[in-house]
């Protein structure tokens, strides 16, 4: 029980909900709160997929291509610069988009940077295996992570969802504030990706 706690605790470290809230408030400027309500409910979903999938099958299958943790995180700082960079320089013009094209990446942002590799990136999969790992192969703790990685989904949609409440409606309509959050946010993600790409390059050079 210990165990299964302690991996609870660890990936809600490390996904950092509520930071992660703020910059979901910055990417999600402009879209409507039933848009926003479902990217946080997909987002949600697609985090726990993706630390269940990494729990089955990331390990053996990256082993067994010669791909690295290092090698994914480096992949992810890149990925995670591009988004840093667009927030920092201001929210995202829309107005070249047409309606399809512009539901299109609404749809694909949940997945991609929120879940992967924002929120489920490669230090949230590395918790996830290594507790998954160190838990004793017996059923009923192979269903505790589980429910543990459903746990921590759940309560990160909870903080996504919670920006959308009527309490915070007033302060995120003044453009001003939002303009300063979607600055700092970028920033915070570009320092995210830098740590990232450093950690994998120190790696590759040690």
């Known amino acids: 029980m210990i165990s299964l706690l302690s991996m609870l605790i660890s990936l809600l470290a490390i996904t950092n909900p509520i930071g992660n809230a703020a910059i979901f408030v910055s990417m999600t400027?402009?879209?409507?709160?039933?848009?926003?309500?479902?990217?946080?409910?997909?987002?949600?979903?697609?985090?726990?997929?993706?630390?269940?999938?990494?729990?089955?099958?990331?390990y053996p299958l990256s082993h067994a291509m010669g791909i690295s943790m290092s090698a994914f995180r480096f992949?992810?700082?890149?990925?995670?610069?591009?988004?840093?960079?667009?927030?920092f320089s201001g929210t995202t013009d829309h107005s070249n988009f047409n309606p399809e094209e512009h539901k299109d990446q609404l749809a694909n942002m949940a997945i991609t940077p929120l879940a992967i590799p924002l929120i489920a990136g490669p230090g949230a999969m590395v918790a996830a295996i290594h507790h998954a790992d160190v838990l004793p192969n017996t059923l009923p703790y192979m269903i505790g992570s589980v429910v543990i990685i459903a746990v921590a989904a759940c309560?990160?949609?909870?903080?996504?969802?919670?920006?959308?409440?009527?309490?915070?409606?007033?302060?995120?309509?003044?453009?001003?504030?939002?303009g300063v959050i979607t600055r700092i946010c970028g920033l915070i993600i570009l320092a995210i990706a830098s740590q990232m790409v450093l950690d994998a390059v120190k790696v590759f050079m040690s």
């Open 29 to 58: 400027q402009g879209v409507t709160r039933d848009q926003t309500i479902h990217i946080a409910l997909k987002t949600a979903i697609a985090v726990f997929f993706v630390l269940q999938i990494a729990v089955i099958l990331f």
């Open 155 to 178: 309560i990160i949609g909870l903080c996504l969802y919670a920006t959308t409440l009527n309490m915070f409606a007033k302060f995120l309509s003044k453009k001003s504030i939002v």
């Open 75 to 87: 992949a992810g700082g890149l990925i995670l610069m591009k988004v840093g960079f667009s927030l």
